[in-house]
């Protein structure tokens, strides 16, 4: 320890500051918390003064990485939301989470904001649906952030993302792509969000939006992304009209900071990795309450392949009441823990489920449904990893098929073994604390 650090000082390049103070917002299920959880925690470790603004159903998360928690929201919006079909609907979606937390928390997280962020001494680290942060940058001058957790988020003409509902593939002529955003933000952006937030600049004395919605989001509020450049495009080159001062960090798999990779595996299941071959994995992501015939058909397709599986789920109403000897569902589990001990991983395609199975080593089946999942497992499939199959035609006779070329694939073998030499949480973590205090300190 240094003499500045012993007096509570943090030395940035040759420049020594006063600790930090970052407040992060996080809005939205499990994988939007834990990254910021796991960001938190590491600032603090450096000896920062965080504060975690999320909604209470997250509570007890917030307090197993010691951090100081603010409430958004009520527990019984966020149970609420995860009970409407509509979240899972690849063109309602996003629709219902921008109406439920984006803007139905403007006025709220506004106050917050601007009570415990001040100007030139906190630094707010905005999650995707934080649009009163970005308000609070023009109207206060507070410092913000974008935490951008997928490429999909960070739309390009050069390299297009793969849209949810889009009408284009990837490689598709970049004409199409372009027609294709020019008709989502005219029938969504400028009819969902761009009405409430005007209304709400203007009730805080902001004139209408000059530019588009995309070029203020990150104007006030420059991405810092927690994924590798070679998740955006395998050569590492990311496209050359990204926001100006976008920086890429890789994948800190953010929930090991809030301890749950720390924590032992449930004694069943441990008896279960210990009895047998190692299992398939099978979840469609944590807020998903509606995922029965998910279950039904990870079932059988463990039955068609000879394979054991483990099925993941905090809400096991979703699951059978019986379960075959080779089938086990221990509840809410660590994947970090778990993911290495296993054959292969059949996910939704969020983001955090995407780095664990890169992390991992294993082959990834994905069955997208909405939100950057599409995208996600695009890019995935480009990397040699994983293979896709729709909801709408998720069976167990499918699964089985796809999955058992996954298994039995060289090439897949060596792309998953290429990738996960590339994943480096720990560096990930550092590069994402190291920059933010860069940020703090020229701002």
């Known amino acids: 320890m240094s003499p500045l650090s012993s007096l509570g000082v ?41 504060t975690l603004a999320t909604n209470p159903y997250f509570a007890d998360e ?78 206060r001058g507070v410092s913000v952030t974008s ?7 960070l739309w390009s003409n050069l390299a297009p993302p793969r849209l949810p509902a889009g009408f284009a593939s990837p490689r598709a002529p970049l004409w199409l792509h372009r027609l294709q955003f020019l008709v989502g933000d005219w029938f969504y952006v400028r009819r969902v969000i761009t009405p409430p937030l005007e209304a709400f600049r203007a009730s805080h004395g902001l004139p209408p939006l000059e530019q588009g919605f995309f070029d203020w989001y990150y104007g006030v509020a420059p991405p810092l992304c927690l994924f590798p450049d070679w998740f955006v495009s395998p050569s590492g080159a990311t496209p050359a009209d990204w926001p100006r001062g976008t920086v890429t960090t890789g994948f800190p798999l953010g929930d090991s900071a809030g301890g749950r990779d720390e924590l032992a595996l449930a004694e069943p299941l441990e008896a279960f990795l210990d009895a047998g071959t190692p299992p398939i994995v099978f979840t469609p992501g944590s807020a998903m309450r509606y995922g029965e015939r998910f279950f039904a058909a990870a ?12 099925l993941l789920t905090k809400y096991p109403e979703q699951l059978p009441a019986a379960l075959p000897d080779t089938v086990i569902a221990p509840g809410f589990t660590p994947l970090g823990r778990l993911l290495p001990r296993s054959a292969g991983f059949v996910h939704h395609g969020g983001i955090g489920s995407s780095a664990r ?24 499939r480009r990397l040699g990893v994983a293979d896709e199959l729709r909801a ?23 792309a998953t073994r290429t990738w996960k030499e590339r994943c480096d949480a720990p560096a990930a973590l550092a590069a994402a604390c190291d920059e933010l205090e860069r940020r703090f300190a020229t701002q």
């Open 392 to 414: 709408e035609r998720f069976s167990g006779e499918r699964a089985a098929k796809k999955l058992g070329r996954l298994l039995e694939s060289s090439a897949v073998a060596e």
């Open 357 to 380: 199975g890169l992390a991992a080593g294993v082959p990834q089946l994905i069955q997208p449904m909405a939100f950057d999942q599409f995208d996600n497992a695009w890019r995935l």
């Open 62 to 139: 917030a307090a197993a990485a010691n951090l100081t928690m603010v409430e958004v929201g009520t527990a019984e919006d966020y149970v609420r939301m995860t009970r409407n079909r509509s979240l899972w609907g690849r063109t309602s979606g996003l629709e219902v989470v921008f109406r439920e937390a984006a803007i139905g928390l403007l006025e709220p997280l506004y106050k917050l904001v601007t009570e415990r962020a001040q100007p030139g001494e906190t630094l707010v680290i905005a999650h995707g649906l934080d649009l009163a942060s970005r308000v609070a940058a023009e109207s």
């Open 147 to 153: 935490l951008v957790y997928a490429p999909m988020a």
């Open 299 to 310: 079932i059988d397709a463990c039955g068609r392949l000879g394979r054991r599986g483990v």
């Open 10 to 50: 943090i030395v940035v390049g040759a420049v020594p500051l006063a600790a930090m103070h970052f407040l992060l917002t996080a809005l939205g299920s499990y994988g939007d918390v834990f990254p910021m959880i796991g960001l938190g925690a590491s600032l603090q470790a450096r000896g920062h003064a965080v």
